[in-house]
């Protein structure tokens, strides 16, 4: 044969020109690309094996190839031998740590006159290049998924008003055993990327050491040659499944070659078989492309043996990574200044949530899901709440607010009448009928507390009868109270003086009482 290896599409080109068409072998050789030399000997090479030129349709490459190749006819068996072992190093080749050393000390242990490492590669690259084994050969088991979206859409009809909806096709494709996985969506919004991507995983049964995604904005926010930067959500969603994310360079369509030949083949196996079906939902749709699909993935490769379903479950299967317990769940990300009042305003729910006040005017990262709203800073959270949709409203932690703030938050109607009660009655209705004077009872707070501040500075007799001289008065007034108690307008037996404690900024919970 000649020195340079030709192509098995050249050498069936060959065949068909000169066996079928009756073209001489010169002119042959010229239409198919081949140099005369070799023409002629694949020529007198598939003569001499006797079979009709009708027959090698049924045959794959490897055993073409060893019918006219009248330098292996002549080969002695240990070339032979080793021949028959290249697909099983085919296959072995795609398995993760994998060598040609290894497989050539193998083939040593038990062929002790085998040919040495040189001649080992040297026939194997030859019979490689002889049969054209496909790009894919070079992807480890579990390497890469590659994922895209079709250029052609289809489309779900409104069984009501019969107005069609494009749908835009998701694809994904493992790099060793190209296992294909298809799925009709909605968009190509980030929502609906992350989901079908996750749906991808689960129909793989495992996760990939890496996904190859082309530059669309749902998985890079910012492309670039060398670093593009991955979509904050999408590499969430990578660190989840425990995979990384290795975007395509843009316009560089090798770098996802397998899915770029999935689509072509999608168009060839799953659209057209299609074309005329109508389809009246999402999942209808998707169940007539999963059904193509499985049909697919059950073909044999061309002039191969075996199908991607059965590489898969020989080779690829065992090399994913197991998937999490827990669904991932999408989450959005902001970076937010905190305001003033210690709260940070996420726009999604028009909803205020509280941040711890040392915060306030300091940017945190803001992770938000369905269900719970998130605060970072210097990457450490620093405030987690449910997710609220009310617009407008506030979500507040308490714990949140300045001392003298979570102070006044602990203010209410209940409280006040209970540290009145636990000087005397007098102070229990007096401060009741302070809290009945005023159209809303927070607005007698403050009154409140500085009648009950009034106890830490006077005798309790002399308080309580102050108090009682109000109530007769009907004067609910904080000045009055004090005057009557700095002029002593009544007679009051001596007692030592009682001291009573009130709540401090510093002490809320466990001070109600004044005794």
């Not at 496909?134 to 019969?162: C, N, Q, R, W």
């Not at 769940?329 to 210690?342: G, I, R």
């Not at 449910?386 to 979500?395: E, L, M, S, V």
């Not at 001289?469 to 004067?475: S, Y």
Request: glycine letters at 4%; aromatic letters at 12%.
């Amino acid at each position: 044969m000649a020195n340079n290896p030709i192509g098995m599409r050249e050498v069936r080109e060959l065949l068909r020109l000169y066996f079928k068409q009756g073209l001489s072998g010169r002119k042959a050789a010229k239409v198919a690309g081949i140099g005369k030399t070799a023409a002629s000997q694949y020529i007198a090479g598939f003569k001499s094996s006797g079979i009709s030129i009708s027959a090698i349709s049924g045959m794959n490459d490897s055993e073409l190839i060893n019918l006219i190749n009248i330098r292996k006819q002549t080969q002695n068996p240990r070339y032979t031998t080793l021949e028959k072992l290249f697909p099983y190093f085919e296959k072995e080749l795609k398995k993760v740590g994998v060598t040609l050393h290894l497989l050539w000390e193998e083939y040593r242990q038990t062929r002790k006159d085998g040919y040495e490492y040189s001649q080992f590669c040297h026939h194997y690259y030859h019979w490689r290049k002889e049969s054209k084994v496909s790009m894919h050969m070079e992807h480890k088991a579990g390497d890469k998924l590659f994922v895209d979206f079709t250029g052609k859409k289809l489309y779900i009809t409104d069984p009501a008003t019969g107005e069609r909806e494009a749908c835009e096709v998701f694809v994904s494709v493992l790099g060793c055993s190209q296992l294909c996985y298809i799925e009709a969506v909605p968009s190509q919004k980030k929502e609906d990327w992350i989901a079908v991507n996750q749906n991808a995983l689960q129909f793989y049964g495992g996760a990939p050491a890496a996904i190859v995604p082309d530059c669309l904005r749902s998985a890079v926010s910012k492309s670039n040659k060398y670093e593009p930067k991955v979509n904050q959500t999408y590499q969430d969603f990578g660190e989840h499944y425990g995979t990384v994310i290795l975007p395509a360079r843009a316009l560089h369509p090798q770098d996802k070659s397998l899915a770029e030949n999935f689509v072509r083949l999608a168009y060839q196996r799953i659209y057209a078989p299609l074309r005329n079906e109508v389809f009246y939902s999402l999942e209808e749709l998707n169940q007539a492309l999963w059904e193509k699909l499985e049909l697919h993935n059950k073909k044999n490769f061309q002039h191969k043996s075996y199908s991607r379903q059965s590489l898969f479950d020989q080779v690829e299967k065992q090399e994913l990574k197991a998937l999490p317990t827990t669904c991932y769940e999408l989450k959005h990300f902001s970076q937010l200044k905190v305001q003033y009042n210690h709260h940070i305003y996420l726009k999604a729910d028009k909803h205020y949530y509280s941040i711890p006040f040392k915060y306030t005017g300091k940017k945190v990262k803001v992770i938000y899901t369905l269900s719970n709203v998130e605060a970072y800073y210097n990457n450490e959270r620093i405030a987690l709440h449910q997710r609220n949709r009310k617009p407008y409203g506030y979500t507040t932690k308490n714990e949140h607010r300045p001392a003298h703030h979570q102070f006044q938050a602990e203010w209410t109607s209940e409280r006040f009448i209970s540290w009145g009660r636990s000087i005397g009655p007098e102070v229990e209705q007096l401060i009741a009928k302070i809290l009945d004077s005023r159209p809303h009872p927070e607005q007698a707070y403050r009154s409140c507390m500085g009648l009950l501040n009034l106890a830490k500075k006077h005798p309790k007799p002399a308080y309580r009868k102050a108090c009682k001289k109000a109530l007769e008065m009907n004067c609910l007034q904080y000045k009055f109270i004090k005057n009557i108690l700095h002029n002593k307008t009544f007679d009051v037996q001596e007692e030592p003086l009682e001291l009573f404690e009130l709540p401090t900024h510093n002490n809320i919970r466990g001070k109600e009482n004044f005794n």
